[in-house]
């Protein structure tokens, strides 16, 4: 049997700035400059360097880019799909409870994105990563505004149906998804690693 994990957080610090599909709006392309690498042009626009190498098939090396180059950056979306059959699940719940549906936000589905593949791929199960460090660490970094935030971490689990289940079947993971404050929620799911699949829910309020 598969070993399944989970996990809370909640921070209520003021902070400015699927399946496993990277998510940003609409592709677009990207003029090199001088110095640029697809290394620092994938982090200038927080997008993995292979998913970069991968929109770029007409770089023949990808080590070496010239100035003048048109780069395409990859459209970085959610799986609708994904994000609102989780929404309807949880907003099923408030809804039993009294409370407000939550909005699903493309941008905290990005950041819940990169926090399950960043476990899955550096090998480790916490709320603080060893790339981003602290959730409040890692929203900032993505310029993610909000007043109150909550982080549920999952591993093991096979489906996304049994993931809301085991955190609706938990009183710490069930005050986050019935707290009446939060207005927006992010999901991420990646498959692989030690656990064969990771998932993150981020919650905020704007």
Do not use: C
């Not at 496993?20 to 360097?49: N, Q």
Request: proline residues 5%; hydrophobic residues 35%.
């Amino acid at each position: 049997m598969k070993t399944k994990l989970s996990l809370i957080l909640i921070t209520s610090f003021l902070v400015f700035s699927l399946f496993d599909l990277p998510l940003v709006t609409a592709e677009s392309t990207y003029t090199v400059k001088k110095g640029d690498t697809l290394w620092t042009i994938s982090k200038k626009f927080r997008i993995e360097l292979s998913e970069m190498i991968g929109a770029n098939p007409q770089l023949t090396d990808p080590d070496i880019i010239y100035p003048g180059q048109i780069i395409h950056l990859p459209a970085i979306r959610s799986e609708d799909a994904f994000e609102d059959r989780f929404a309807t699940l949880i907003n099923r719940e408030r809804q039993k409870n009294g409370l407000s549906p939550v909005q699903t936000d493309s941008k905290l589905s990005q950041v819940a994105l990169y926090k399950s593949r960043d476990m899955r791929d550096a090998g480790y199960f916490s709320h603080r990563s060893p790339t981003y460090g602290s959730p409040d660490d890692m929203l900032k970094s993505f310029h993610i505004s909000y007043s109150q935030a909550a982080e549920n971490l999952a591993a093991g689990q096979m489906s996304f149906e049994e993931v809301v289940q085991e955190w609706l079947d938990s009183p710490v993971h069930r005050n986050n998804i019935l707290n009446p404050s939060y207005t927006h929620m992010g999901v991420g799911y990646a498959k692989g690693g030690a656990y064969g699949t990771y998932w993150t829910q981020l919650f905020i309020t704007k």
